[in-house]
């Protein structure tokens, strides 16, 4: 079956401008999870979704970002008045369910901001 | 707050040699440990899962161990292939929301 897709593969924007991530988990997985990894860094979790609520927020860095997932199935990151230290690639994974699942990833949307 | 370092940062190999990578970390309350493999501008691949009862897992030339007590994990790669350049990144995972924290990355070169 498919995997984990992730759309657009790269994104360009202007410091300043909004953007929104999309993540297709696998299909059936009722977790989902966002991470952000910079150059040269471990990827590092951002929020994390279980059904249609975020179970855990905690790694968003400030109120800029925030997540949805309304229909408990495709995800969407959203990040508002970008700034240049926002460049990174975004990682979304997905797992069957909450504890002790291998968390499955896709191949991240690579953003960058001008 | 749990921290997962891995040693050596990169490493550099000719074709055929075995080889170990390291991986530690600060708080042994861990459901299971990672690794996975990075290529460049990739996603990640998952390689091996170790789950926190477990000792070590295998799958064809790796071999993954766990000490769970001491924090400590490694990732053998037997043989190494020009093939097996990669970043080589550990995670544990954490918790019933599974949350994983991921070290900096192993970044190998095999040369030919």
Redesign the interface.
Known sequence: GAGVSQTPSNKVTEKGKYVELRCDPISGHTALYWYRQSLGQGPEFLIYFQGTGAADDSGLPNDRFFAVRPEGSVSTLKIQRTERGDSAVYLCASSEGRGNYEQFFGPGTRLTVL | KQE?T?IPAALSVPEGENLVLNCSFTDSAI??L?W?RQDP??????LL?I?SSQREQTSGRLNASLDKSSGRSTLYIAASQPGDSATY?C?V?LG??????????TRLTVKP
Request: net charge neutral; aromatic share 12%; charged share 15%.
């Open positions: 997962v891995q459901y299971n990672q996975f501008g990739k996603g990640l691949t998952s899962l789950q990144l995670a995972t019933d929301n599974n949350d994983m924290r991921f070290g900096a990355g």
